[in-house]
């Protein structure tokens, strides 16, 4: 009995392994490819907006509100990709796509929407200069991945902008959490103090403190992670660029 699921056991790990590397099936391929191309387009119509409110008020100062609407909606509208992940037409860890999503949709509603006296600061624009840049390149290439098209400028910029663009994202996260901490702390947003009738508290202030703290760990991994995802990557094609 042993033997037989553990044979069943591998059977199915390879069944899996199977599915993953021939990829969706063309239903699902078609769904990705529609999902993709509207995100890229979302994100052009942020970046457009960016740069049409530039040049209309000639500084950077308040252009959040140019596109706060588009970026609310095409950010939340990456929760779907946690779903891809748990459905199983995307081979990636639902643990780490819903960190990685629900993080920006946390920034994007729970703090700088929520905190309005925080959407002047040029660490917003910061983080949403650097989010376009990288959600048009990454929807790029998903779309041409999945078309078996991919150019190799968009899988350079894929595994080489992010080297600048994520610290800089990273960055304005940061520096929008900290300036929000004393309008949380003078307000008392979203916090439960006690007595109450479900004994429970909570304090806002504190969670974003944790949450910033919790960037010490985490960031160094994810950074260094792409790295090495580079070099696999990109190390290989100009190896054979360079024997050629």
Same mark, same amino acid.
């Given at each position: ?24 099936? /063309?239903?699902?391929? &078609? ?9 890229? =387009? ?10 049409? /409110? ?5 500084? +950077?100062?308040? @252009?959040? $509100? ?11 509208? =990456?929760?779907? %990709?946690? @779903? ?5 037409? &995307? ?26 006296? &925080?959407?002047?600061?040029?660490? &917003?624009?910061? !983080? ?10 990454? $929807? ?6 999945? @078309?078996?098209?991919?150019? +190799?400028?968009?899988?350079? /910029? ?14 304005? %996260? ?29 304090? +806002? $202030?504190?969670? @974003? ?13 994810? $950074? !260094? ?17 360079? %024997?050629?």
């Amino acid at each position: 009995m042993a033997a037989h699921s553990l044979g069943s056991s591998k059977t199915a790990h390879n069944d899996l392994s199977q599915r993953r590397r021939k990829g969706p099936g /063309a239903l699902a391929t &078609v769904y990705l490819v529609i999902y993709n191309v509207v995100m890229t =387009a979302g994100w052009l119509v942020i970046a457009v907006g960016l740069v049409r /409110a530039y040049l209309a008020k000639g500084s +950077y100062h308040g @252009l959040y $509100y140019s596109i706060e609407k588009p970026l609310k909606f095409f950010q939340t509208g =990456a929760i779907l %990709e946690i @779903l891809h992940c748990g459905v199983g037409i &995307v081979p990636s860890s639902v643990v780490l796509t819903g960190f990685q999503v629900m993080s920006r949709v946390f920034l994007t509603w729970a703090v700088t929407h929520s905190v309005r006296e &925080v959407q002047n600061e040029d660490s &917003v624009l910061l !983080f949403v200069v650097a989010w376009t840049i990288t959600e048009i390149i990454r $929807y790029s290439f998903y779309t041409f991945s999945l @078309l078996n098209h991919l150019p +190799y400028l968009i899988k350079w /910029a894929r595994y080489t902008l992010f080297i600048v663009l994520y610290p800089m994202g990273v960055a304005g %996260e940061l520096l929008t959490i900290y300036a929000a901490l004393p309008f949380v702390q003078k307000t008392g947003l979203y916090s439960v103090t006690l007595p109450n009738k479900y004994n429970f508290s909570f304090d +806002y $202030y504190t969670f @974003l403190i944790l949450t910033m703290i919790s960037y010490i760990p985490i960031f160094p991994q994810l $950074y !260094f992670h792409m790295l090495r995802q580079r070099k696999k990557v990109l190390g290989h094609t100009e190896g054979s660029s360079k %024997e050629e």
